[in-house]
């Protein structure tokens, strides 16, 4: 079974500055998506940022970026300049690409770091 | 496109009651989920469908139902509410490879 773990609980950073949170994930796949997606304060879930494994080139959104390492199983999120708009929590999530092995595209998530953004 | 729609926002049940939680997209979207966020826990699947007329349980199905009678409909119902289905409930829908589209959620507490 997939897992995906996202090992920061919260973290914190100053207004303007530089955060990564972390992810590792667990899977057999060799094909997959992996997801960033923000929750503020209002509840909704936002689509941050996706990556193909199939993809070398790590996805970068505007001031976010990821670093994909495929073969560690690890893809952390980099928040660059940051703003108080970006304190929320942050949920790392996995699902594969070929429906196989009883895996119908399930959407498994992290259990989420909480990001703060002091002014 | 209102995308995921989810109704009530907010509901309080008393132990024992039923009630059900309503999710329409309008995507087209064949595949639909049903999570709950506890606190510290992320989001945990209770039930999933890929189609009108299929759905499968996730990992905590147990004091859940379900039913998916067109594409664009995935209620969930609980029978017999107990405070251990005190939750925030997302409805999400995805048309495969791509990314989840979300409902804003339901605050249930079960008192």
């Known amino acids: 079974a997939q897992t995906v773990t996202q090992s920061q609980p919260e973290m914190s950073v100053q207004e303007a500055e530089t955060v990564t949170l972390s992810c590792t994930y667990d899977?057999?796949?060799?094909?997959?998506?992996l997801f960033w997606y923000k929750q503020p304060p209002s509840r909704q879930m936002i689509l941050v940022i996706r990556q193909e494994a199939y993809k070398q080139q790590n996805a970068t959104e505007n001031r976010f970026s990821v670093n994909f390492q495929k073969a560690a199983k690890s893809f952390s999120l980099k928040i660059s300049d940051s703003q108080l708009g970006d304190a929320a929590m942050y949920f790392c999530?996995?699902?594969?690409?070929?429906?196989?092995?009883?895996?119908?595209?399930?959407?498994?998530f992290g259990k989420g770091t909480l990001l703060t953004v002091n002014p | 496109n209102a995308g995921v729609t989810q109704t009530p926002k907010f509901r309080i049940l008393k132990i024992g009651q039923s009630m059900t939680l309503q999710c329409t997209q309008d995507m087209n979207h064949n595949y639909m989920y049903w999570y709950r966020q506890d606190p510290g826990m992320g989001l945990k699947l209770i039930y999933y469908?890929?189609?009108?007329?299929?759905?499968d349980k996730g990992e905590v199905p147990n004091g859940y139902n379900v039913s998916r009678s067109t594409t664009e409909d995935f209620p969930l119902r609980l029978e017999l509410a107990a405070p251990s289905q005190t939750s925030v409930y997302f409805c999400?829908?995805?048309?495969?490879?791509?990314?989840?589209?979300f409902g804003q959620g339901t605050r249930l507490t079960v008192v």
């Open positions: 899977t057999s796949e060799s094909d997959y998506y």
């Open positions: 999530a996995y699902r594969p690409i070929i429906n196989s092995g009883g895996s119908n595209y399930k959407l498994t």
């Open positions: 469908s890929v189609g009108a007329g299929i759905t």
């Open positions: 999400a829908s995805t048309q495969p490879p791509f990314e989840a589209f």
